[in-house]
């Protein structure tokens, strides 16, 4: 089946710092969304991707659909100690698909 | 008040119980869906529903069932639970007007059976 291979898996970083994340699969998908997961929560929609190439913000995070339709990156600039959490990709594949794959999480550290 | 909603938040029970985890969503869409989420292994979708009395199975879907009797509410039953049924439980919804449109997750419900 389709896979998402998310790396990385885990992340320290210190505050302030810029973070960068990504997803890729040998399959072509047809848009991919951003989840920010906190303890105790469910995921949360950070950014929504649509088309080929288009790169879109949120703040300080900012992500981009690949060319290929095969990956995804998401950036945070200037992280801060709120962006700990678990992020997660996930793509839908087809016209008319309805079924999310989701990769497997990046966990993120910040270090005041 | 959530969007979406799910109970209990938590629960522990024992193997061979039947157990009905609820969901119900104030967002007004039609599209309904039942994860599973376990340690480094991402969100794994069980059943979804995309109108009432409408149910699909997942790629999980093997030892629970799912109702959906109202559009705002779709039920998932363990009929008889084993240990390693013990997982997060995400309920989520979207909007079919908006084809491959976000998917809207409630808060998740802790389950473990012993």
């Known amino acids: 089946g389709q896979q998402l291979n998310q790396s990385p898996q885990s992340m320290f970083i210190q505050e302030g710092e810029d973070v960068s994340m990504n997803c890729t699969s040998s399959?072509?998908?047809?848009?991919w969304l951003w989840y920010k997961q906190d303890p105790g929560e469910g995921p949360v929609l950070l950014i929504a991707?649509?088309?080929?190439?288009e790169l879109t913000s949120n703040g300080r995070l900012t992500a981009q659909f690949g060319i290929t339709r095969k990956d995804s990156f998401l950036n945070i600039s200037a992280s801060i100690p709120s962006d700990v959490g678990i992020y997660f990709c996930?793509?839908?594949?087809?016209?008319?698909?309805?079924?999310?794959?989701f990769g497997k999480g990046t966990k993120l550290s910040v270090i005041p | 008040d959530a969007d979406v909603t799910q109970t209990p938040r938590n629960r522990i029970t024992k193997t061979g119980k039947r157990i009905m985890l609820e969901c119900s969503q104030t967002?007004?869409?039609?599209?309904m869906y039942w994860y599973r989420q376990d340690p480094g292994l991402g969100l794994r979708l069980i059943y979804y529903?995309?109108?009432?009395?409408?149910?699909n199975k997942g790629e999980i879907s093997d030892g629970y069932s799912v109702s959906r009797q109202a559009q705002a509410k779709f039920s998932l039953s363990l009929e008889s639970a084993i240990p390693n049924q013990t997982a997060l439980y995400f309920c989520?919804?979207?909007?079919?007007?908006?084809?491959?449109?976000?998917?809207?997750f409630g808060d998740g419900t802790r389950l473990s059976i012993l």
């Open positions: 529903s995309f109108d009432v009395k409408d149910i």
């Open positions: 399959s072509i998908f047809n848009t």
């Open positions: 991707l649509y088309k080929a190439g």
């Open positions: 996930a793509a839908y594949s087809g016209a008319g698909s309805y079924q999310l794959t």
């Open positions: 967002k007004g869409h039609d599209r």
């Open positions: 989520a919804t979207s909007d079919s007007g908006l084809p491959r449109g976000p998917q809207h």
